[in-house]
């Protein structure tokens, strides 16, 4: 399996929206496991060498994921995903957080709607992020979202790499 595949990523400030595409030489099947199974999830969510720790998740409309990125030194960043549509396989959406370690959201947050597409053996996954903050969605850039997004996709091109062998 080719590592790294391109990221297409694309920044609208005047609609306060980040566009990502990417695709995966995995079955939709797996890919969406992986981006709904904590236990896969927190095996490539972060970019190295930070990690990604689910302290709750309930993936159904209404349920939750709460989680931290946790660096190398042992800081937790916390985040809270609230799940508010889901038709399986094929799209889910969110409303994304900042957080205290008290699952308290530091509002405003964003937007995230994620649709998944299988065609010869490739799924592609977009992901469309929208920012009710225009401050935040800067704010969420100038912490290196892309990098840091654009790296975490690659280890689950990593992941997913070793699920297909199992």
Do not use: C
Request: proline share 5%; charged share 25%; hydrophobic share 40%.
């Amino acid at each position: 399996m080719k590592n790294e595949l391109p990221v297409d990523f694309t920044v609208d400030k005047a609609a306060k929206t980040v566009f990502i595409t990417r695709e995966f030489a995995a079955d939709l099947s797996l890919v969406w496991d992986a981006y709904t199974k904590p236990e896969i999830l927190d095996q490539w969510w972060a970019p190295k060498p930070w990690t990604s720790k689910t302290k709750v998740m309930n993936f159904e409309v209404g349920g939750r994921r709460f989680y931290a990125m946790v660096s190398p030194e042992g800081q937790e960043h916390w985040a809270i995903q609230k799940y508010t549509s889901i038709r399986p396989k094929t799209n889910f959406k969110l409303l994304n957080a900042f957080a205290d370690p008290n699952e308290n959201p530091e509002l405003p947050g964003s937007d995230w709607d994620l649709t998944f597409s299988e065609q010869n053996g490739t799924t592609k996954v977009s992901i469309t992020i929208y920012n009710e903050s225009l401050e935040r969605m800067e704010q969420m850039i100038e912490m290196g979202f892309k990098e840091g997004f654009s790296m975490a996709l690659n280890n689950l091109e990593t992941v997913l790499a070793t699920l297909s062998q199992n």
